[in-house]
């Protein structure tokens, strides 16, 4: 599942050809996603003109003058590609190849700019856990969004803040910071980075980094700035194109490039000195990557 970075990617991508555009038509291919489509989906979107696209954990919302917002979802396998009139399908190299079925794309949003110039954006999902939803308000109020926490961008989240968020927690550090009521946006592949970066295990006790006393205080400091810093890197290098995900323009992704320890199960550990090796455990389900010598 596309996590934050690439969710960031899409809307940047989509940024330049939609905000500011009007939507002349809307088209829905289906009547449902994971969920059925709104009433009058079409209807309440055609004709207004997109104010702002923004995006809130791993969802997309899409701001309309006079209208709803709309919240998307990827979910497992969603994308969007432009097509224009003159450079259709801008689809390029990919190493785990899309669909491009037409079966496939279940809405298409066509769209005029100021100047005139026609695109479509399309949402391709083959598996279809993707969904689409309206917002009548903020989208903060929406029941997708009301319960997220604090964004892992910018300087908001601190180690004073996740301290006061990871306290009294008995559960292993990796499962708290998965869980998106405390941090929004967090998934399996970055924080198993972030965590590398810090030098935490995985699986210690979630509350030990946020105990009185000067070791603590600066081992939560040290997972903030890693968790800022892992996200912004992967968003500066536009996201990990892992199977199902691409860009908006169908590009690839290179923070792959860049993992330490994710998906590096055996490999020698990156950092200088250590002399460990990457391994490998599941929790919840999900697969873990640290060092058990630098991270403790």
């Given at each position: 599942?596309?996590?934050?970075?690439?969710?960031e990617?899409?809307?940047?991508?989509?940024?330049?050809?939609m905000?500011?555009?009007?939507?002349?038509?809307?088209?829905?291919?289906?009547?449902?996603l994971?969920?059925?489509?709104?009433?009058?989906?079409?209807e309440?979107?055609?004709?207004?003109?997109?104010?702002?696209?923004?995006?809130?954990?791993?969802?997309?919302?899409?701001?309309?003058?006079?209208?709803?917002?709309l919240?998307c979802h990827?979910?497992?396998?969603?994308?969007?590609r432009?097509?224009t009139?003159?450079?259709?399908?801008?689809?390029?190299?990919?190493?785990?190849?899309?669909?491009?079925?037409?079966?496939?794309?279940?809405?298409?949003?066509?769209?005029?700019?100021?100047?005139?110039?026609?695109?479509?954006?399309?949402?391709?999902?083959?598996?279809?856990?993707?969904?689409?939803?309206?917002?009548?308000?903020?989208?903060?109020?929406?029941?997708?969004?009301?319960?997220?926490?604090?964004?892992?961008?910018?300087n908001a989240?601190?180690?004073?803040?996740?301290?006061?968020l990871?306290?009294?927690?008995?559960?292993?550090?990796?499962?708290?910071l998965?869980?998106?009521?405390?941090?929004?946006?967090?998934?399996?592949?970055?924080?198993?980075e972030?965590?590398?970066?810090?030098?935490?295990?995985?699986?210690?006790?979630?509350?030990?980094?946020?105990?009185?006393g000067?070791?603590?205080?600066?081992?939560?400091e040290?997972?903030?700035?890693?968790?800022?810093?892992?996200i912004?890197?992967?968003?500066?290098?536009?996201?990990?194109?892992?199977?199902?995900?691409?860009?908006?323009?169908?590009?690839?992704?290179?923070?792959?490039?860049?993992?330490?320890?994710?998906?590096r199960?055996?490999?020698?550990?990156a950092?200088?000195?250590?002399?460990?090796?990457?391994?490998?455990?599941?929790?919840?389900?999900?697969?873990?990557?640290?060092?058990?010598?630098?991270?403790?």
């Open positions: 599942m596309p996590e934050l970075p690439e969710v990617t899409v809307r940047r991508g989509l940024q330049p050809v905000e500011g555009a009007r939507l002349v038509r809307v088209e829905t291919r289906r009547p449902d994971r969920f059925p489509f709104p009433e009058r989906f079409s309440r979107l055609t004709g207004r003109t997109i104010t702002a696209l923004g995006r809130r954990a791993k969802y997309l919302t899409m701001h309309v003058q006079d209208g709803p917002v919240i990827l979910g497992m396998s969603g994308s969007f432009i097509e009139d003159d450079d259709n399908e801008k689809l390029g190299a990919f190493h785990h190849e899309r669909s491009k079925s037409a079966a496939h794309d279940h809405v298409v949003f066509h769209v005029a700019s100021a100047a005139g110039a026609r695109s479509r954006v399309i949402f391709n999902d083959p598996r279809r856990f993707g969904f689409m939803l309206f917002a009548e308000g903020s989208p903060e109020t929406h029941p997708m969004l009301a319960g997220l926490g604090v964004e892992p961008t910018g989240l601190d180690g004073v803040l996740l301290a006061s990871l306290k009294g927690r008995r559960s292993p550090l990796k499962a708290a998965l869980d998106q009521r405390l941090i929004a946006g967090l998934g399996n592949i970055y924080v198993s972030a965590l590398w970066r810090a030098g935490l295990s995985p699986l210690r006790e979630t509350g030990t980094i946020a105990r009185p000067k070791k603590a205080r600066e081992q939560s040290r997972l903030a700035e890693a968790i800022r810093s892992v912004s890197d992967a968003i500066a290098a536009g996201g990990s194109s892992l199977r199902d995900y691409m860009h908006a323009d169908g590009s690839l992704g290179y923070f792959q490039h860049s993992f330490a320890v994710y998906d199960e055996g490999e020698p550990c950092k200088p000195g250590c002399g460990g090796h990457v391994e490998r455990v599941v929790q919840s389900g999900r697969s873990t990557f640290y060092c058990r010598t630098c991270q403790s």
